[in-house]
């Protein structure tokens, strides 16, 4: 696949206005799926990428290269922007300097970094504490003075909301400021009531917030978002516990009966597992290089 500037991309899907529904993905399969559905950003999660990559909860145990080599099988089976969740920064300065650096050149479109303490959590987890804002300015200025790519999206996220020592006015607060230190964009993580995202949505800079489903935000969708004013609509977990619940369905129904015919169209057919792999592309590529290869055979060269 050609090199396509994917943060070009982002910025012009940005500026033609309306909110992005960013499904969040962690695989090549999950992430050409979206843009064959039609999707035209994505969502690199830590929350999906822990979950599926190694199997655990989003405690800020997944490594830097557990990402990028994840990552850079996503690149080459999409063309669509991907904004990167890296957490805290894998450690400091100089952490953030290489993955920035990396991530550029490998072609992602932007990156999260939040402000809480090391260990991070999932924002859903009990115990989440949030640094000083001087630990993040130190994180923001890492990331602004490691890119070379203007276009390079930086997303800061606060977590203040979450931290039951602060609150959604502390969050507010920090974004502003997030935004005044060089953030292209600020997301706010976990919203309890219709008058938080309306805040969120007034902030004069462009906002994400995610659509948790059994959360306080779980019956929004994209389109409330965009009348609020929210530019980024994320969907963290959709994808991921629609894959556990179906994986513990069959292997339930499996262990118990011994066989799964009974769960009919629960399972894509053969033809729709080769068009969401590629299948087609390949095999026209295989067929073409054996019909060159046979016509310049038969004129002896």
Not at 40 to 63: K, N, Q, R, Y
Not at 201 to 208: K, M, N, S, V
Request: net charge negative; charged share 25%.
């Amino acid at each position: 696949m050609a090199r396509i500037d994917r943060a070009w991309k982002l910025r012009q899907l940005l500026e033609s206005g309306g909110t992005l529904c960013c499904p969040a993905v962690y695989d090549p399969l999950s992430i050409r799926m979206a843009e064959q559905s039609g999707f035209e950003a994505v969502l690199v999660s830590g929350s999906s990428m822990s979950c599926e990559v190694i199997g655990t909860s989003d405690v800020g145990v997944l490594s830097y290269g557990e990402y990028r080599n994840t990552l850079l099988n996503m690149l080459c089976v999409s063309s669509i922007p991907m904004i990167v969740d890296i957490d805290t920064g894998f450690g400091g300065p100089v952490t953030i300097f290489r993955a920035v650096r990396e991530y550029e050149q490998m072609g992602i479109a932007g990156v999260m970094i939040e402000d809480q303490t090391f260990p991070k959590r999932c924002a859903y987890y009990d115990g989440l504490r949030v640094a000083d804002v001087s630990e993040m300015r130190v994180r923001i200025e890492s990331v602004l003075r490691a890119r070379t790519d203007p276009h390079f999206f930086l997303l800061a996220r606060t977590d203040a909301a979450a931290d039951d020592t602060q609150g959604m006015d502390e969050a507010l607060r920090r974004a502003k400021v997030y935004r005044e230190w060089g953030a292209d964009g600020v997301f706010i993580s976990t919203p309890r009531t219709e008058d938080d995202l309306v805040r969120i949505g007034q902030l004069d800079f462009p906002t994400a917030v995610c659509i948790t489903e059994g959360s306080a935000t779980g019956g929004y969708s994209a389109a409330d978002f965009e009348r609020m004013g929210i530019r980024f609509a994320f969907f963290p977990q959709s994808l991921t516990r629609a894959c556990i619940r179906t994986m513990r369905l069959v292997l339930n129904e499996l262990k118990a009966r011994g066989r799964t015919d009974h769960l009919g169209d629960i399972f894509c057919t053969q033809e729709e597992r080769a068009a969401y792999t590629g299948l087609e592309a390949y095999m026209k590529f295989e067929a073409d290089v054996m019909d060159r290869c046979k016509e310049l055979d038969a004129r002896g060269q």
